[in-house]
């Protein structure tokens, strides 16, 4: 069982940095594709970031410029280092592995709280 752990969340002021960490089970290289989701209450789960295998990444709009994902490939660790954050960034940050089309798996999510 693929078992992903997220930490670094917590409570920052707007125009602060966090930096969010993935730390996978497996060799992260076993995945097409790593990526960050976010939640925030009463709205639909989004992507914030993908990084795949080959080392391609795509951002959703509001955070390209401030956001950076990033891997270890030693320590099967994936990172979002988040940059300049505003109060809408408020959301529980969950890690996805893609190893294909038909197998997903997710952590268990961390709280991110920017306050105005």
């Known amino acids: 069982q693929v078992k992903l752990v997220e930490s670094g969340g917590g409570l920052v002021q707007a125009g602060g940095s966090l930096r969010l960490s993935c730390a996978v089970s497996?060799?992260?290289?076993?995945?097409?594709?790593m990526g960050w989701y976010r939640q925030a209450p009463g709205k639909q789960r989004e992507l914030v970031a993908t990084?795949?295998?080959?080392?391609?990444?795509n951002y959703a709009d509001s955070v390209k410029g401030r956001f950076t994902i990033s891997r270890d490939n030693a320590k099967n660790t994936v990172y979002l280092q988040m940059n300049s954050l505003k109060p809408e960034d408020t959301a529980v940050y969950y890690c996805r592995a893609e190893r294909d089309r038909w197998a997903a798996y997710w952590g268990q999510g961390t709280q991110v709280t920017v306050s105005s």
């Open positions: 497996e060799s992260i290289f076993s995945f097409n594709a």
């Open positions: 990084l795949t295998s080959g080392g391609s990444t």
